[in-house]
């Protein structure tokens, strides 16, 4: 997934919080530059509606792993992501290690996992998944904390833990696209990847969920 931020040295406004990585934080436009002519404003707009048309069509495609080695991989890898809380706080992923993971990779800018969201956070409230301590955990690709912080001040995500990437993500967690979503076992081996939106909410989910639990 390619980081579209493009952070600036002395940038007060859209910075990340002191001592977080270049991931985080956006620029802000320069007030030195024109505004765009009509022409350009008809650009933008046409990309607009391709971007639409792509979004679409995401949606609609879902790439699963057909390969057992691709959608699987190596347990001290699944958890070396540098994330933080949306206050900025960091959040080590090791600490979720022992404990089957379903790691969904999302931006608020993106559809089809905004499509997709309400399903997961019914997941996480699931009372077999609390039973058998899976963690949910949404980590956001936005690059600003801001956004993710005005998603969350609109709407209540339960039991599911969201996050904010610091950093590009690990191979592992390299997609075509996103929302992309991982089932981990307690030992840190991806058993599972699905690229694309789809209802998670489920009870074939919930079951590979909980069976997860006994391969700790």
């Known amino acids: 997934m390619a980081d579209h931020t493009h952070p ?3 940038t007060p406004a859209g910075s990340p919080p002191s001592g977080l990585p270049g991931f985080l ?4 436009p320069d007030p030195t530059l024109p505004p765009p002519s009509e022409g350009a404003s008809m650009g933008v707009r046409a990309l607009l509606m391709a971007l639409a048309v792509l979004v679409v069509g995401f949606f609609l495609y879902r790439e699963i792993a057909v390969d057992a080695g691709e959608a699987t991989g190596g347990s001290a890898a699944s958890f070396d992501w540098k994330v933080v809380a949306p206050d900025g706080t960091p959040v080590n992923l090791e600490d979720y290690k022992g404990r089957p993971v ?3 990779v999302w931006a608020t800018w993106c559809g089809p996992c905004m499509m997709e969201m309400p399903s997961l ?3 996480a409230d699931r009372p077999e998944l609390k039973e058998a301590d899976v963690a ?3 980590v956001s690709t ?6 993710v912080q005005q998603f969350l001040s609109r709407t209540p995500t339960g039991n599911a833990e969201v996050l904010v990437a610091a950093e590009m993500p690990p191979k ?3 997609t075509t696209g996103i929302p992309a979503t991982f089932l981990i076992s307690p030992d840190g081996t991806i058993v599972r990847r699905e690229v694309g939106a789809m209802d998670w909410n489920t009870p074939e989910v919930v079951e590979e969920l ?3 639990a006994d391969r700790g």
């Open 25 to 28: 934080g956006r620029s802000t």
């Open 8 to 10: 600036e040295p002395n």
């Open 142 to 147: 936005d690059g600003d904390l801001q956004p």
């Open 136 to 138: 949910v955990l949404l």
């Open 102 to 104: 379903l790691l969904n």
């Open 121 to 123: 956070i019914a997941l």
């Open 172 to 174: 592992v967690f390299s």
């Open 210 to 212: 909980v069976g997860l």
